[in-house]
């Protein structure tokens, strides 16, 4: 099943998607997974769960898999990571990938999800509320199935701290606008508002940590920023005409300058279940 949504970004949507552009996401997927600045956000994240031998973890929204692996690393061969996500294509692409760990792989929807209520330690959920119609619904769904005492991480974006230098601010205003929705989700806050959402559900022991992602050049930002990737389809783009040309003109200039500099906030929060 899939997320109900109100707009649909392309990773949102992406079983609907021709097989060339399910492959194009797949492989944005990964390469976000090894960016250094991606990589730090979830080092903070992993600290922040605190994963333990023979814990059981869900993945809720795990993509092709990358971190449910790293997961059962931590939770060792007592414990068991269930790698979920709506898309059946990203599943097959982490079944695809499995290096012999004990991760179990599962479509479904994290916002009614077909599993036991109590029945996990710890959630990890990255980069996946900004997607879903109600987050609340969702997150209701991730305390459902974690047991007593077991904990809540929850990576997500704040697309409004998205910010430009050494680009005219008024071309990357309009760039930035006519992406959301399309491009990037239109729940551009959901970051900040994670720990509220975690202390109106009760949580005890909540903590949030905002990490900053640092773009030094254009090749960079566009691993994890498709207003700066030059891949991205131009039907894709829904910018005025010749918008998108005179955007990629003074990127790749800043670029050739070096003063390029793009910044994104990313939020890591946590909580307990009582």
């Known amino acids: 099943m899939k997320p109900g949504q109100m707009e649909r970004t392309p990773f949102a949507d992406l079983d609907s998607q021709p097989s060339e552009m399910t492959a194009m996401l797949l492989a944005?997927?990964?390469?976000?997974?090894?960016?250094?600045?991606?990589?730090?956000?979830?080092?903070?994240?992993?600290?922040a769960l605190r994963p333990q031998p023979g814990e059981r973890l869900l993945d809720a929204g795990s993509g092709a898999g990358d971190v449910a692996r790293w997961l059962a690393t931590k939770v060792g061969p007592m414990g068991e990571v269930v790698a979920l996500d709506y898309s059946a294509a990203t599943i097959a692409a982490a079944v695809e990938r499995h290096d012999g760990s004990n991760v179990r792989y599962m479509t479904g929807d994290v916002s009614a999800m077909s599993l036991p209520t109590d029945s996990f330690d710890g959630v990890w959920?990255?980069?996946?509320?900004?997607?879903?119609?109600?987050?609340?619904?969702?997150?209701?769904?991730?305390?459902?199935?974690?047991?007593?005492?077991?904990r809540l991480c929850l990576v997500d974006t704040d697309w409004d701290s998205l910010a430009f230098d050494g680009v005219p601010a008024r071309l990357a205003g309009t760039i930035v606008a006519h992406m959301h929705g399309?491009?990037?989700?239109?729940?551009?806050?959901?970051?900040?508002?994670?720990?509220?959402?975690?202390?109106?559900?009760r949580l005890s022991d909540v903590t949030?940590?905002?990490?900053?992602?640092?773009?030094?050049?254009?090749?960079?930002?566009?691993?994890?920023?498709?207003?700066?990737?030059?891949?991205?389809?131009?039907?894709?783009?829904?910018?005025?005409?010749?918008?998108?040309?005179?955007w990629f003109t003074?990127?790749?200039?800043?670029?050739?300058?070096?003063?390029?500099?793009?910044?994104?906030?990313?939020w890591v929060v946590t909580g307990t279940v009582d």
């Open 125 to 150: 959920c990255e980069r996946v509320l900004q997607h879903v119609d109600d987050a609340d619904v969702a997150l209701a769904e991730l305390i459902r199935v974690t047991r007593p005492g077991g």
């Open 208 to 246: 949030a940590t905002p990490v900053t992602c640092v773009f030094g050049d254009p090749a960079s930002a566009a691993v994890v920023l498709p207003m700066v990737n030059p891949m991205v389809p131009e039907e894709a783009w829904t910018t005025p005409g010749g918008v998108r040309d005179e």
């Open 28 to 47: 944005a997927l990964e390469a976000m997974g090894r960016h250094p600045e991606i990589r730090r956000v979830r080092q903070t994240a992993w600290q």
């Open 182 to 201: 399309k491009l990037t989700p239109m729940q551009r806050d959901m970051g900040r508002t994670l720990r509220r959402r975690l202390i109106r559900a």
């Open 250 to 266: 003074y990127v790749d200039a800043a670029g050739a300058r070096g003063d390029f500099l793009a910044l994104l906030t990313i």
